[in-house]
């Protein structure tokens, strides 16, 4: 089955990042952060539902004392920001002076990640970072860092490696982008 171009409902995607490339550049990011986190007990809040796949994956390169929690917010409908972000599943652990590092499949706007470092704040953790699949750096509407980038795209819209389009596509191995062509027939 030829997979290099997909239809989800009315878009068709190509696809922009292998497998194999997913893999090797998530290794590196693995341990590039263990290697920053040496003497470190962190706290890494996984954000649901896209980060799932990478979370996965990151976590399972890293060696050493590693706790994991999950929080759900949401922005997106279908293909775009909708600004405001809900707050879907809050977070359980205690972060006090914890160095925490959250996992997120992609930083677009950044609305999300901002609202969350806001939501953070008052819990006083040690220190707060971000680790994401993907970053739209022209897309970036907030001041704020992301400490780790596993690829930078242009801003278009993609699905796959947890990515959906509107709850589509999340399984994909491979990473797509999505194309000018139209499909009337769902
Ligand atoms: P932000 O708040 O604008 O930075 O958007 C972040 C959230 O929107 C991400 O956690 C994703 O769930 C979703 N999102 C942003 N861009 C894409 C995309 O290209 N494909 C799928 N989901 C996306
Ligand atoms: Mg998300």
């Given at each position: 089955m030829n997979m290099d171009k997909i239809r989800i409902k009315d878009k068709v995607f190509r696809r922009y990042i292998s497998k194999a490339e997913i893999a090797r550049t998530v290794k590196r990011l693995a341990q590039r952060i263990q290697e920053d986190l040496k003497g470190e007990q962190p706290l890494f809040i996984v954000m649901l539902n896209g980060a799932f796949v990478f979370a996965a994956d990151l976590l399972r390169a890293m060696e050493g004392p590693c706790e994991i929690d999950f929080m759900r917010m949401k922005s997106y409908?279908?293909?775009?920001?909708?600004g405001k972000v809900d707050l879907l599943q809050p977070l359980h652990s205690d972060v006090k002076g914890r160095t925490v590092i959250v996992v997120e499949d992609i930083v677009d706007s950044g609305t999300t990640m901002w609202t969350l470092l806001h939501y953070l704040e008052p819990y006083k953790p040690k220190c707060v970072k971000i680790a994401a699949l993907l970053l739209k750096p022209k897309a970036l509407r907030h001041d704020?860092?992301?400490?780790?980038?596993a690829f930078e795209i242009p801003d278009d819209f993609v699905v796959g490696y947890g990515l959906d389009y509107d709850e589509r596509g999340?399984?994909?191995k491979d990473i797509y982008t999505l194309t000018e062509e139209e499909q009337t027939d769902k």
């Open positions: 409908e279908g293909t775009s920001t909708t704020i860092k992301v400490d780790y980038v999340r399984n994909l």
